[in-house]
Protein backbone atom coordinates (compact mmCIF):
# COMPACT_ATOMS: atom_id res chain seq x y z
CA UNK A 1 0.00 0.00 0.00
CA UNK A 2 1.30 2.78 -0.89
CA UNK A 3 1.40 6.33 1.75
CA UNK A 4 0.31 9.04 0.31
CA UNK A 5 1.29 12.51 0.35
CA UNK A 6 0.25 15.75 -1.17
CA UNK A 7 3.88 17.34 -2.99
CA UNK A 8 5.87 14.15 -2.16
CA UNK A 9 6.44 10.92 -3.59
CA UNK A 10 6.54 8.24 -0.59
CA UNK A 11 7.55 4.70 -1.48
CA UNK A 12 6.83 3.06 2.24
CA UNK A 13 4.39 0.80 3.89
CA UNK A 14 2.29 3.14 6.29
CA UNK A 15 1.68 0.84 9.33
CA UNK A 16 5.73 0.50 10.32
CA UNK A 17 5.62 4.19 9.72
CA UNK A 18 2.83 4.65 12.02
CA UNK A 19 4.75 2.47 14.87
CA UNK A 20 7.97 4.26 14.46
CA UNK A 21 6.03 7.45 15.07
CA UNK A 22 4.25 6.32 18.03
CA UNK A 23 7.18 4.68 19.41
CA UNK A 24 9.24 8.10 18.94
CA UNK A 25 6.34 9.81 20.81
CA UNK A 26 6.55 7.51 23.29
CA UNK A 27 10.10 8.54 23.86
CA UNK A 28 8.92 12.36 24.79
CA UNK A 29 5.98 11.21 26.44
CA UNK A 30 7.47 8.97 28.92
CA UNK A 31 10.31 11.61 29.67
CA UNK A 32 7.17 14.21 30.71
CA UNK A 33 5.61 11.67 33.29
CA UNK A 34 8.83 9.73 34.65
CA UNK A 35 10.82 12.37 35.91
CA UNK A 36 8.95 13.97 38.40
CA UNK A 37 8.20 11.26 40.57
CA UNK A 38 12.43 10.26 40.94
CA UNK A 39 13.17 14.14 41.40
CA UNK A 40 13.56 13.21 44.93
CA UNK A 41 15.68 10.63 44.93
CA UNK A 42 17.81 12.12 42.08
CA UNK A 43 18.63 14.99 44.48
CA UNK A 44 19.44 12.41 47.22
CA UNK A 45 21.46 10.75 45.04
CA UNK A 46 23.46 13.68 43.73
CA UNK A 47 22.85 16.56 45.99
CA UNK A 48 22.73 20.12 44.90
CA UNK A 49 18.52 19.84 46.28
CA UNK A 50 18.25 24.06 44.82
CA UNK A 51 19.19 23.07 41.33
CA UNK A 52 16.27 20.91 40.81
CA UNK A 53 14.15 22.83 39.35
CA UNK A 54 16.50 23.86 36.89
CA UNK A 55 15.79 19.41 35.24
CA UNK A 56 12.19 20.95 34.08
CA UNK A 57 13.05 24.29 33.25
CA UNK A 58 16.08 23.82 30.83
CA UNK A 59 14.22 20.76 29.21
CA UNK A 60 11.10 22.97 28.50
CA UNK A 61 13.54 25.66 27.22
CA UNK A 62 15.30 23.78 25.04
CA UNK A 63 12.76 22.15 23.50
CA UNK A 64 10.38 25.17 22.97
CA UNK A 65 13.29 26.84 21.37
CA UNK A 66 13.77 24.44 18.92
CA UNK A 67 10.43 23.59 17.46
CA UNK A 68 10.02 26.25 15.51
CA UNK A 69 13.19 25.64 13.52
CA UNK A 70 12.84 22.27 13.32
CA UNK A 71 9.49 22.78 12.05
CA UNK A 72 10.68 25.19 9.13
CA UNK A 73 13.93 22.78 8.53
CA UNK A 74 11.75 19.69 8.16
CA UNK A 75 10.18 21.21 4.73
CA UNK A 76 13.50 22.61 3.56
CA UNK A 77 15.83 19.17 4.26
CA UNK A 78 13.10 16.56 5.03
CA UNK A 79 10.68 15.03 7.75
CA UNK A 80 12.86 12.00 8.07
CA UNK A 81 16.35 13.80 8.43
CA UNK A 82 15.31 15.78 10.59
CA UNK A 83 13.22 12.96 12.48
CA UNK A 84 16.28 10.95 13.41
CA UNK A 85 18.40 13.83 14.07
CA UNK A 86 15.85 14.07 17.27
CA UNK A 87 15.86 10.64 17.83
CA UNK A 88 19.39 10.47 17.98
CA UNK A 89 19.88 13.56 20.46
CA UNK A 90 17.09 12.45 22.74
CA UNK A 91 18.90 9.22 22.57
CA UNK A 92 22.34 10.86 23.38
CA UNK A 93 21.04 12.84 26.30
CA UNK A 94 19.32 9.81 27.68
CA UNK A 95 22.87 8.68 27.74
CA UNK A 96 24.21 11.64 29.43
CA UNK A 97 21.33 11.66 32.25
CA UNK A 98 22.10 7.67 32.82
CA UNK A 99 25.58 8.45 33.61
CA UNK A 100 25.33 11.35 35.41
CA UNK A 101 28.23 11.87 37.74
CA UNK A 102 27.15 15.73 39.28
CA UNK A 103 24.04 17.72 39.25
CA UNK A 104 25.35 20.03 36.25
CA UNK A 105 26.11 16.86 34.07
CA UNK A 106 22.46 16.18 34.81
CA UNK A 107 21.26 19.00 33.71
CA UNK A 108 23.33 19.50 30.20
CA UNK A 109 21.91 16.23 29.58
CA UNK A 110 17.84 17.22 30.04
CA UNK A 111 19.19 20.15 27.53
CA UNK A 112 20.68 17.86 24.87
CA UNK A 113 16.65 15.28 25.67
CA UNK A 114 15.22 18.92 25.18
CA UNK A 115 16.44 19.78 22.12
CA UNK A 116 15.52 16.11 20.83
CA UNK A 117 12.17 16.09 22.08
CA UNK A 118 11.77 19.73 20.25
CA UNK A 119 11.80 17.68 16.97
CA UNK A 120 10.18 14.57 17.48
CA UNK A 121 6.65 15.96 18.35
CA UNK A 122 6.13 18.09 15.50
CA UNK A 123 7.57 16.21 13.12
CA UNK A 124 6.28 12.99 13.89
CA UNK A 125 2.83 15.17 13.58
CA UNK A 126 3.78 16.54 10.05
CA UNK A 127 4.50 13.15 9.00
CA UNK A 128 1.36 11.71 9.89
CA UNK A 129 0.09 14.55 8.01
CA UNK A 130 1.27 13.83 4.96
CA UNK A 131 1.07 9.90 4.64
CA UNK A 132 -2.50 10.02 5.98
CA UNK A 133 -5.98 11.75 4.40
CA UNK A 134 -7.78 13.90 6.78
CA UNK A 135 -10.33 11.21 6.94
CA UNK A 136 -7.33 8.51 8.18
CA UNK A 137 -6.11 10.55 10.66
CA UNK A 138 -9.38 10.49 12.28
CA UNK A 139 -8.21 6.98 13.10
CA UNK A 140 -4.78 7.08 13.20
CA UNK A 141 -5.01 9.86 15.90
CA UNK A 142 -6.21 7.25 18.32
CA UNK A 143 -3.44 5.47 18.29
CA UNK A 144 -0.75 8.43 18.85
CA UNK A 145 -3.07 9.58 21.37
CA UNK A 146 -3.45 6.46 23.05
CA UNK A 147 0.75 6.44 23.61
CA UNK A 148 -0.11 9.34 26.26
CA UNK A 149 -2.89 8.24 27.73
CA UNK A 150 -0.53 4.63 28.62
CA UNK A 151 2.59 7.09 29.57
CA UNK A 152 0.33 9.36 31.71
CA UNK A 153 -0.31 5.75 33.82
CA UNK A 154 2.85 3.84 32.93
CA UNK A 155 5.17 7.29 33.61
CA UNK A 156 4.55 7.96 37.42
CA UNK A 157 4.50 3.87 38.25
CA UNK A 158 7.96 3.20 36.90
CA UNK A 159 9.24 6.72 38.31
CA UNK A 160 8.37 5.76 41.47
CA UNK A 161 9.33 2.20 41.17
CA UNK A 162 12.72 2.84 40.34
CA UNK A 163 13.03 5.88 42.77
CA UNK A 164 12.25 3.14 45.35
CA UNK A 165 14.60 0.92 44.25
CA UNK A 166 17.02 3.49 44.73
CA UNK A 167 17.39 2.67 40.31
CA UNK A 168 16.38 6.33 39.28
CA UNK A 169 18.84 6.06 36.26
CA UNK A 170 16.89 3.55 34.88
CA UNK A 171 14.03 6.28 33.79
CA UNK A 172 16.69 7.53 31.24
CA UNK A 173 18.05 4.21 30.69
CA UNK A 174 14.59 2.90 29.42
CA UNK A 175 14.95 5.39 26.90
CA UNK A 176 17.60 3.41 24.87
CA UNK A 177 16.09 0.26 23.35
CA UNK A 178 13.25 2.60 22.69
CA UNK A 179 15.32 5.46 20.51
CA UNK A 180 16.71 2.59 18.80
CA UNK A 181 13.78 0.64 17.48
CA UNK A 182 12.06 3.93 16.32
CA UNK A 183 14.84 5.45 14.31
CA UNK A 184 16.05 1.40 12.98
CA UNK A 185 11.92 1.27 12.12
CA UNK A 186 12.10 4.44 10.57
CA UNK A 187 14.99 4.18 8.29
CA UNK A 188 13.47 1.05 6.68
CA UNK A 189 10.34 2.23 6.03
CA UNK A 190 10.14 5.34 5.43
CA UNK A 191 11.53 6.08 2.08
CA UNK A 192 10.80 10.25 1.45
CA UNK A 193 11.26 11.45 -1.97
CA UNK A 194 11.82 15.19 -2.25
CA UNK A 195 10.90 17.01 -5.65
CA UNK A 196 14.13 17.87 -7.64
CA UNK A 197 12.04 20.53 -9.59
CA UNK A 198 13.74 23.94 -8.76
CA UNK A 199 16.15 25.39 -6.27
CA UNK A 200 16.35 24.57 -3.17
CA UNK A 201 15.30 27.15 -0.38
CA UNK A 202 18.07 28.53 1.54
CA UNK A 203 17.92 28.00 5.46
CA UNK A 204 17.73 31.13 7.42
CA UNK A 205 20.26 31.05 9.48
CA UNK A 206 20.70 34.48 11.09
CA UNK A 207 16.63 34.37 11.45
CA UNK A 208 17.19 31.24 13.37
CA UNK A 209 19.93 32.34 15.84
CA UNK A 210 17.74 35.40 16.66
CA UNK A 211 14.88 33.51 17.46
CA UNK A 212 17.21 31.23 19.44
CA UNK A 213 18.23 33.47 21.32
CA UNK A 214 14.96 35.96 21.48
CA UNK A 215 12.91 32.97 22.55
CA UNK A 216 15.95 31.43 24.92
CA UNK A 217 15.89 34.83 26.62
CA UNK A 218 12.39 35.60 27.22
CA UNK A 219 11.74 31.98 28.50
CA UNK A 220 14.56 32.08 30.81
CA UNK A 221 13.04 34.92 32.10
CA UNK A 222 9.66 33.53 32.48
CA UNK A 223 10.57 30.66 34.14
CA UNK A 224 12.97 32.17 36.49
CA UNK A 225 11.56 35.03 37.51
CA UNK A 226 10.05 35.12 41.08
CA UNK A 227 12.45 32.47 41.99
CA UNK A 228 16.12 32.53 40.85
CA UNK A 229 15.57 36.08 40.77
CA UNK A 230 12.94 39.18 41.91
CA UNK A 231 10.82 40.86 39.70
CA UNK A 232 11.95 43.95 38.89
CA UNK A 233 14.91 43.53 39.34
CA UNK A 234 18.34 45.00 37.99
CA UNK A 235 18.47 41.20 36.06
CA UNK A 236 14.93 40.56 35.24
CA UNK A 237 14.64 43.72 33.61
CA UNK A 238 18.34 42.67 31.57
CA UNK A 239 17.13 39.61 30.01
CA UNK A 240 13.87 40.90 29.33
CA UNK A 241 15.55 43.91 27.52
CA UNK A 242 18.11 41.60 25.57
CA UNK A 243 15.07 39.55 24.44
CA UNK A 244 12.81 42.08 23.02
CA UNK A 245 16.46 43.54 21.12
CA UNK A 246 16.56 40.14 19.76
CA UNK A 247 13.03 39.71 18.88
CA UNK A 248 12.95 42.58 17.51
CA UNK A 249 16.12 41.93 15.20
CA UNK A 250 14.60 39.22 14.73
CA UNK A 251 10.79 40.67 12.87
CA UNK A 252 13.41 42.86 10.49
CA UNK A 253 15.19 39.73 9.07
CA UNK A 254 12.37 37.56 8.58
CA UNK A 255 10.28 40.62 6.46
CA UNK A 256 13.39 40.91 4.28
CA UNK A 257 14.58 37.05 3.42
CA UNK A 258 12.79 35.31 0.60
CA UNK A 259 12.88 32.40 3.05
CA UNK A 260 12.15 33.01 6.22
CA UNK A 261 12.82 30.40 9.19
CA UNK A 262 9.55 31.76 10.72
CA UNK A 263 6.99 32.89 8.11
CA UNK A 264 4.81 35.57 9.79
CA UNK A 265 3.01 35.37 6.49
CA UNK A 266 1.37 31.85 7.97
CA UNK A 267 -0.43 33.72 11.25
CA UNK A 268 -2.24 36.31 8.52
CA UNK A 269 -4.27 32.75 7.74
CA UNK A 270 -7.33 32.73 9.95
CA UNK A 271 -7.22 29.03 11.03
CA UNK A 272 -3.59 28.99 11.41
CA UNK A 273 -3.72 32.65 13.52
CA UNK A 274 -6.73 30.77 15.59
CA UNK A 275 -5.13 27.25 16.05
CA UNK A 276 -2.35 29.58 17.25
CA UNK A 277 -3.86 31.09 19.75
CA UNK A 278 -5.92 28.21 20.80
CA UNK A 279 -2.32 25.96 21.43
CA UNK A 280 -1.32 28.91 23.53
CA UNK A 281 -3.99 29.18 25.98
CA UNK A 282 -4.30 25.52 26.53
CA UNK A 283 -0.73 25.90 27.38
CA UNK A 284 -1.25 28.35 30.43
CA UNK A 285 -4.16 26.09 31.45
CA UNK A 286 -2.53 22.73 31.58
CA UNK A 287 0.66 23.97 32.73
CA UNK A 288 -1.51 26.12 35.98
CA UNK A 289 -3.62 22.78 36.30
CA UNK A 290 -0.49 20.31 36.31
CA UNK A 291 1.89 22.46 38.53
CA UNK A 292 -0.95 23.81 41.15
CA UNK A 293 -3.35 20.35 41.54
CA UNK A 294 -0.82 18.28 43.10
CA UNK A 295 0.05 21.27 45.68
CA UNK A 296 -3.27 22.03 46.41
CA UNK A 297 -4.24 17.71 46.67
CA UNK A 298 -1.22 17.69 49.06
CA UNK A 299 -0.80 20.84 51.05
CA UNK A 300 -4.49 22.25 51.50
CA UNK A 301 -6.32 18.63 51.74
CA UNK A 302 -3.71 16.89 53.10
CA UNK A 303 -3.36 13.93 51.05
CA UNK A 304 -0.66 11.70 49.73
CA UNK A 305 2.10 12.55 46.65
CA UNK A 306 0.93 9.87 45.36
CA UNK A 307 -2.56 10.41 45.33
CA UNK A 308 -2.18 13.94 44.39
CA UNK A 309 -0.67 12.66 40.94
CA UNK A 310 -3.69 10.38 40.47
CA UNK A 311 -5.80 13.17 41.12
CA UNK A 312 -3.57 14.82 38.44
CA UNK A 313 -3.55 11.81 36.06
CA UNK A 314 -7.08 12.04 35.14
CA UNK A 315 -6.40 15.39 33.02
CA UNK A 316 -3.70 13.25 31.33
CA UNK A 317 -6.21 10.45 30.86
CA UNK A 318 -9.13 12.49 29.67
CA UNK A 319 -7.34 14.30 27.14
CA UNK A 320 -5.93 11.09 24.53
CA UNK A 321 -9.46 9.20 25.14
CA UNK A 322 -10.85 12.12 24.00
CA UNK A 323 -8.47 12.97 21.42
CA UNK A 324 -8.66 9.46 20.03
CA UNK A 325 -12.88 10.11 19.42
CA UNK A 326 -12.36 13.70 18.26
CA UNK A 327 -12.06 12.75 14.38
CA UNK A 328 -15.29 10.98 14.53
CA UNK A 329 -16.60 14.66 15.50
CA UNK A 330 -14.73 16.62 12.94
CA UNK A 331 -15.59 14.49 10.31
CA UNK A 332 -19.25 15.00 10.96
CA UNK A 333 -19.38 18.42 12.36
CA UNK A 334 -16.50 20.29 11.09
CA UNK A 335 -13.46 21.60 13.49
CA UNK A 336 -15.00 24.72 14.65
CA UNK A 337 -17.97 22.88 16.27
CA UNK A 338 -15.86 20.34 17.45
CA UNK A 339 -13.37 22.62 19.00
CA UNK A 340 -16.17 24.49 20.48
CA UNK A 341 -17.56 21.81 22.51
CA UNK A 342 -14.15 20.60 23.69
CA UNK A 343 -13.35 24.22 24.82
CA UNK A 344 -16.72 24.35 26.32
CA UNK A 345 -15.78 21.56 28.34
CA UNK A 346 -12.35 23.03 29.62
CA UNK A 347 -14.52 25.97 30.80
CA UNK A 348 -16.96 23.87 32.32
CA UNK A 349 -14.07 22.04 34.52
CA UNK A 350 -12.36 25.10 35.14
CA UNK A 351 -15.44 26.61 37.06
CA UNK A 352 -16.07 23.72 38.69
CA UNK A 353 -12.75 24.13 40.37
CA UNK A 354 -13.78 27.16 41.62
CA UNK A 355 -15.89 25.44 43.51
CA UNK A 356 -12.95 23.65 45.66
CA UNK A 357 -12.29 24.32 49.08
CA UNK A 358 -10.03 23.63 51.99
CA UNK A 359 -13.09 20.71 52.69
CA UNK A 360 -13.30 19.04 49.42
CA UNK A 361 -12.66 15.19 48.28
CA UNK A 362 -9.74 14.73 46.12
CA UNK A 363 -12.02 12.65 44.26
CA UNK A 364 -13.74 15.67 42.90
CA UNK A 365 -10.64 17.27 41.63
CA UNK A 366 -9.71 14.09 39.39
CA UNK A 367 -13.52 14.56 38.30
CA UNK A 368 -12.99 18.30 37.56
CA UNK A 369 -9.51 17.61 35.86
CA UNK A 370 -11.01 14.75 33.68
CA UNK A 371 -13.22 16.87 32.50
CA UNK A 372 -10.91 19.72 31.59
CA UNK A 373 -8.52 16.91 29.93
CA UNK A 374 -11.85 15.97 28.17
CA UNK A 375 -12.46 19.15 26.36
CA UNK A 376 -8.91 19.20 25.65
CA UNK A 377 -8.40 16.51 23.64
CA UNK A 378 -11.52 17.82 21.34
CA UNK A 379 -10.10 21.32 21.49
CA UNK A 380 -5.94 20.77 20.57
CA UNK A 381 -6.59 17.72 17.69
CA UNK A 382 -9.41 19.92 15.76
CA UNK A 383 -7.40 23.08 15.99
CA UNK A 384 -4.06 21.15 14.57
CA UNK A 385 -5.24 18.93 11.77
CA UNK A 386 -7.40 21.95 10.69
CA UNK A 387 -4.40 23.94 10.45
CA UNK A 388 -2.02 21.33 8.82
CA UNK A 389 -4.55 20.91 6.13
CA UNK A 390 -4.48 24.44 5.45
CA UNK A 391 -0.84 24.36 4.73
CA UNK A 392 1.25 22.87 1.57
CA UNK A 393 3.35 20.31 1.57
CA UNK A 394 6.40 22.66 2.06
CA UNK A 395 4.89 24.46 4.88
CA UNK A 396 3.03 21.96 6.63
CA UNK A 397 6.36 21.73 9.18
CA UNK A 398 6.19 25.54 9.85
CA UNK A 399 2.55 25.62 10.79
CA UNK A 400 2.94 22.13 12.87
CA UNK A 401 6.04 23.82 14.49
CA UNK A 402 4.59 27.41 15.22
CA UNK A 403 1.88 25.36 17.00
CA UNK A 404 3.39 23.54 19.01
CA UNK A 405 5.88 26.41 19.52
CA UNK A 406 2.92 28.41 20.59
CA UNK A 407 1.85 25.56 23.36
CA UNK A 408 5.27 25.74 24.98
CA UNK A 409 5.11 29.76 24.88
CA UNK A 410 1.91 29.04 27.03
CA UNK A 411 3.46 26.67 29.44
CA UNK A 412 6.16 29.14 30.28
CA UNK A 413 3.24 31.85 30.67
CA UNK A 414 1.59 30.26 32.55
CA UNK A 415 4.47 29.68 34.86
CA UNK A 416 5.37 33.26 35.29
CA UNK A 417 1.45 34.33 35.76
CA UNK A 418 0.32 31.58 38.40
CA UNK A 419 3.77 31.88 39.97
CA UNK A 420 3.30 35.53 40.56
CA UNK A 421 -0.38 35.21 41.77
CA UNK A 422 1.01 32.45 44.28
CA UNK A 423 3.54 34.11 45.72
CA UNK A 424 2.26 37.17 46.57
CA UNK A 425 -0.19 34.92 48.76
CA UNK A 426 1.96 32.13 49.77
CA UNK A 427 4.45 31.85 52.52
CA UNK A 428 7.32 29.30 52.86
CA UNK A 429 7.63 27.23 56.24
CA UNK A 430 11.55 25.93 57.29
CA UNK A 431 10.76 22.97 54.97
CA UNK A 432 10.03 25.19 52.22
CA UNK A 433 6.84 23.72 51.41
CA UNK A 434 4.08 26.52 51.14
CA UNK A 435 1.76 27.08 54.46
CA UNK A 436 -0.67 29.41 56.02
CA UNK A 437 -3.94 30.31 55.48
CA UNK A 438 -3.38 32.67 52.17
CA UNK A 439 -2.34 29.22 50.41
CA UNK A 440 -6.52 28.10 49.76
CA UNK A 441 -6.50 31.92 48.68
CA UNK A 442 -4.07 31.55 46.20
CA UNK A 443 -4.96 28.32 44.84
CA UNK A 444 -8.72 29.73 44.55
CA UNK A 445 -7.13 32.45 42.08
CA UNK A 446 -5.23 30.31 40.10
CA UNK A 447 -8.37 28.30 39.72
CA UNK A 448 -10.16 31.40 38.84
CA UNK A 449 -7.81 32.98 36.69
CA UNK A 450 -7.55 29.07 34.89
CA UNK A 451 -11.84 29.41 33.90
CA UNK A 452 -10.90 33.05 33.23
CA UNK A 453 -8.40 32.15 30.76
CA UNK A 454 -10.51 28.84 29.43
CA UNK A 455 -13.44 31.63 28.59
CA UNK A 456 -10.47 33.25 25.65
CA UNK A 457 -9.39 29.53 24.31
CA UNK A 458 -13.67 29.24 23.83
CA UNK A 459 -13.57 33.15 21.85
CA UNK A 460 -10.65 31.81 19.60
CA UNK A 461 -11.91 28.63 18.72
CA UNK A 462 -14.85 30.75 17.64
CA UNK A 463 -12.48 31.58 14.71
CA UNK A 464 -11.82 28.25 13.09
CA UNK A 465 -13.62 27.70 9.70
CA UNK A 466 -16.92 26.00 10.17
CA UNK A 467 -16.46 23.31 7.91
CA UNK A 468 -13.55 21.34 7.62
CA UNK A 469 -13.28 21.54 3.61
CA UNK A 470 -12.92 25.58 4.08
CA UNK A 471 -10.16 24.57 5.61
CA UNK A 472 -8.43 22.45 3.31
CA UNK A 473 -9.02 25.05 0.67
CA UNK A 474 -5.67 26.97 -0.09
CA UNK A 475 -4.14 23.10 0.12
CA UNK A 476 -6.26 22.07 -2.79
CA UNK A 477 -6.00 25.52 -4.35
CA UNK A 478 -2.18 24.82 -4.71
CA UNK A 479 -2.13 21.19 -5.89
CA UNK A 480 -4.98 22.21 -8.61
CA UNK A 481 -2.41 25.49 -9.68
CA UNK A 482 0.26 22.50 -9.97
Not at 76 to 97: D, E
Not at 135 to 147: D, F, I, N, P
Not at 394 to 403: F, I, K, L
Request: with cysteine; charged share 10%; proline share 4%.
Amino acid sequence: MAARSGGVGLRSERGPILLSLMLATALVALDSTIIATASTSIARDLGHFQQLPWLFSVYLLAQAVSVPIYGRLADVLGRKRLLLVGIGLFLLGSVLCGAAWSMPVLIAGRVVQGLGAGAVLPISMTITSDIYTLEERAKTQGYLASVWGVASVVGPTLGGVFSELGAWRWIFWINIPLALVAGFMLVRAYTEQRSADGPRQRIDLPGAVLLTLGTTALLLGLLEGGTTWAWGSGASIGIFVAAALFLTAFLVVELRTAHPIFSLALLRRRVVAASTVASLVIGVIVMGLSTYVPIYAQDVLGTSALVAGFALAALTLGWPISASQAGRFYLRWGFRVTALIGSTLVMLGAALTITLGSGSSVWWVAVFCFVVGAGMGLTAVPTLIAAQSSAAHDERGAVTGTNMFARSMGSAIGVAVFGAVVNAHVRLGASGSPEGPGLMTAMHLVFVSIAVIALVLLVAVSFMPAHRRRAEAPAAAEAATA
